[in-house]
C-alpha cells in the first residue's frame, strides 16, 4: 500500500470515528487529519514494504558477496601459507 492511499485510508478512519453532528465539517477535518499523520509519519522515517523488500535483498546480495570474498581470502591465504612453509 502507498504512503498516500495509508495516510487517506487512516484520515478517512480517524473520520468516521468521530461523532455524526462533527460529519459536517468532514473536508476540513479529513484534510487535518491527513496533514498531521503526514508529519507525523515524516518525523518516524517510515519505508514502504516496497522500499524494505528491495533493501533486504541488496542486502543479501552483499551478504552472499562478502561470504564469497571471505571464503576467497580464506583460500588465498592457506595457499600463501603453504608456499611460505615449502620455502
Do not use: C, W
Not at 492511499?5 to 459536517?24: E, F, I, N, V
Not at 564469497?68 to 611460505?84: F, M, V
Amino acid at each position: 500500500m502507498k504512503k498516500a492511499h495509508l495516510l487517506k485510508d487512516l484520515a478517512s478512519r480517524l473520520y468516521a470515528a468521530l461523532p455524526k453532528d462533527l460529519h459536517t465539517a468532514k473536508t476540513d477535518i479529513e484534510k487535518n487529519f491527513h496533514g498531521i499523520l503526514m508529519s507525523a509519519f515524516a518525523k518516524l522515517e517510515l519505508v514502504t514494504r516496497e522500499e524494505f523488500d528491495v533493501q533486504s535483498k541488496v542486502l543479501a546480495r552483499t551478504r552472499k558477496k562478502l561470504d564469497d570474498l571471505e571464503a576467497e581470502i580464506d583460500k588465498l591465504e592457506k595457499t600463501s601459507k603453504q608456499k611460505t612453509e615449502k620455502k
